[in-house]
T-cell receptor
């Protein structure tokens, strides 16, 4: 099966600019996650969707970050305006709905550098 | 609040030897799941092994096994017959049953020496 697809792989922008990341989960996976992974740290959940509804966005900085999953498949994560501390790898993951023991499958991530 | 702690920032092992990576967690839940993920330099997180808290038997997957001590809230990963391809960051993760939300540790970088 095809894995979780993410693009772009790398992005360099200046602070105060905007940026968007795209994720296509594994076919049939209803649950989709966006994580922020700062260098030297473990991934931190930003937002979790189930189909096109938000399950958890408690750690999403909503003043600058937004995410959507309009048709319950692809998702985009946007940052506007970007700050220096947003430099990180942004990981997308998906899983089957229904059981917590279903593992999350991760994409390759997008490395964002803010100048 | 649930937390996951990996106290070893970096570990080294000789090829073909055995290494154990440590993970402790804190939770008041009784039903939860634990995972070990591997993240090579290519960045894609890959599931190594998982453990259901209600199962007493330790999970094994080929050369990978865990030592799950529920009372001590400890979940260590043992890698036997280490191979060069095992070199990566290893993350321990916890999720409470029904939440689908992972909490990750800070990771352990494993180096495999030829």
């Amino acid at each position: 099966e095809a894995g979780v697809a993410q693009s772009p792989r790398y992005k360099i922008i200046e602070k105060r600019q905007s940026v968007a990341f795209w994720c296509n989960p594994i076919s049939g996976h209803a649950t989709l996650y966006w994580y922020q992974q700062i260098l030297g740290q473990g991934p931190k959940l930003l937002i979790q969707f189930q189909n096109n509804g938000v399950v958890d966005d408690s750690q999403l900085p909503k003043d600058r970050f937004s995410a959507e999953r309009l048709k319950g498949v692809d998702s985009t994560l946007k940052i506007q305006p970007a700050k220096l501390e947003d430099s990180a790898v942004y990981l997308c993951a998906s899983s089957q709905v229904g059981n917590s023991n279903q593992p999350q499958h991760f994409g390759d991530g997008t490395r964002l550098s803010i100048l | 609040a649930q937390t996951v702690t990996q106290s070893q920032p970096e570990m080294s092992v000789q090829e073909a030897e055995t290494v154990t990576l440590s993970c402790t967690y804190d939770t008041s839940e009784s039903d939860y799941y634990l995972f070990w993920y591997k993240q090579p330099p290519s960045r894609q997180m890959i599931l190594v092994i998982r453990q259901e808290a209600y199962k007493q038997q330790n999970a094994t997957e080929n050369r990978f096994s865990v030592n799950f001590q529920k009372a001590a809230k400890s979940f260590s990963l043992k890698i036997s017959d280490s191979q060069l391809g095992d070199a990566a960051m290893y993350f321990c993760a916890y999720t409470a049953s029904g939440t689908y939300k992972y909490i990750f540790g800070t990771g352990t970088r494993l180096k495999v020496l030829a």
